[in-house]
T-cell receptor
Framework: AQSVTQLDSHVSVSEGTPVLLRCNYS??????LFWYVQHPNKGLQLLLK??????LVKGINGFEAEFKKSETSFHLTKPSAHMSDAAEYFCVGGRGSTLGRLYFGRGTQLTVWP | EAQVTQNPRYLITVTGKKLTVTCSQN?????MSWYRQDPGLGLRQIYYSMNVEVTDKGDVPEGYKVSRKEKRNFPLILESPSPNQTSLYFC??????????????FGAGTRLSVL
């Protein structure tokens, strides 16, 4: 069975400090993995996606994520948080490189303090 | 402008009264999907469609129906809504289900309340 677990429901950081949002997956197959962001009262927007071409994936707005097969993790990071990063973040997993049945983590609410 | 359009954006209805939430995309996307978002549960997939006339169940299909008669539209049908279907619903589409183009674009959401 496949699943995606976001390890923190809330993360708070000060502006200018690093951000770490954690995601673990379980899959019997090589997964497809995504991070999406949802700002208040908005739909979801893709931050980045994992393809087998590279384990370190760079996304928009300075975010990046590293796929670690040995740890079954796909953590999202950013070196320096900005106030505009405050939002909810979702880790999403699927089977292989084909969309179909998709599994969302429960979300991590990121708060950025001035 | 490329977009995924859901209608209505807000809906209040009563138990048992059939309703349809429409989803339309103007990007010729193959893949479409419906999700519901509930506090503390994140998003859960209801149904998805790999292409015209091809639909399949997601995580929580009970109480919902879908159809994909044409590429651009993917309506979500609640034949007999119940209060536990009160939720925020999102439709999404992707250029392709496979490979590098499997990136989903989300609609703005439909907030449904069933009394």
């Amino acid at each position: 069975a496949q699943s995606v677990t976001q390890l923190d429901s809330h993360v708070s950081v000060s502006e200018g400090t690093p951000v770490l949002l954690r995601c673990n997956y379980s899959s019997s197959y090589s997964p497809s993995l995504f991070w999406y962001v949802q700002h208040p009262n908005k739909g979801l927007q893709l931050l980045l996606k994992y393809t087998s071409a590279a384990t370190l994936v760079k996304g928009i707005n300075g975010f990046e994520a590293e796929f670690k097969k040995s740890e079954t993790s796909f953590h999202l990071t950013k070196p320096s948080a900005h106030m505009s990063d405050a939002a909810e973040y979702f880790c999403v997993g699927g089977r292989g490189s084909t969309l179909g049945r998709l599994y969302f983590g429960r979300g991590t609410q990121l708060t950025v303090w001035p | 402008e490329a977009q995924v359009t859901q209608n209505p954006r807000y809906l209040i209805t009563v138990t048992g009264k059939k309703l349809t939430v429409t989803c339309s995309q103007n990007m010729n996307h193959e893949y479409m999907s419906w999700y519901r978002q509930d506090p503390g549960l994140g998003l859960r997939q209801i149904y998805y469609s790999m292409n015209v006339e091809v639909t399949d169940k997601g995580d929580v299909p009970e109480g919902y129906k879908v159809s994909r008669k044409e590429k651009r539209n993917f309506p979500l049908i609640l034949e007999s809504p119940s209060p536990n279907q009160t939720s925020l619903y999102f439709c999404a589409s992707s250029p392709s289900a496979k490979g590098a183009k499997n990136i989903q674009y989300f609609g703005a959401g439909t907030r449904l309340s069933v009394l």
